[in-house]
């Protein structure tokens, strides 16, 4: 683990929450980004402590958590999304032409 600071925003992988470029943050890797000091909700705290299993996001956090990752990754994206597509097609075709050859031997 090292702290690094972000050249560009981020989203914890822990709690969700936007990081904002030039801000400091943990990294453990290639998405592995994680608030700076990360302070444990008293009962995720307590349930630790104790040796409860920690409690699991409600449902209704889940959506939210899963589109602010994909707002993230898709603002990291080098490439617009049509160029994208257009690569992975090229991709399949690569791939399919591939399987046919070795679909003839």
């Known amino acids: 683990m090292k702290i690094i ?5 981020a989203i914890c992988a822990d709690c969700g929450k936007n ?15 994680y608030c700076e000091t990360h302070d444990k909700p008293a009962a ?4 630790s402590t104790k040796g409860q299993p920690v409690p699991q996001p409600s449902p209704g956090e889940l959506p939210a958590r899963e589109a602010a990752a994909r707002s993230a ?6 490439v617009t999304r049509a160029e994208l597509v257009h690569l992975l097609e ?5 791939i399919d032409s591939m399987l046919a050859q070795l679909k003839e031997e």
Do not use: H, M, Q, W
């Not at 995720?44 to 349930?47: F, L, P, W």
């Open 90 to 94: 090229g991709i399949k075709f690569i």
């Open 5 to 9: 600071t972000l050249k560009e925003t």
């Open 44 to 47: 995720v705290a307590a349930a």
């Open 19 to 33: 990081l904002p470029a030039g801000s400091r943050a943990r990294y453990y890797g290639k998405d592995k980004i």
């Open 73 to 78: 990754t898709a603002a990291r994206l080098p």
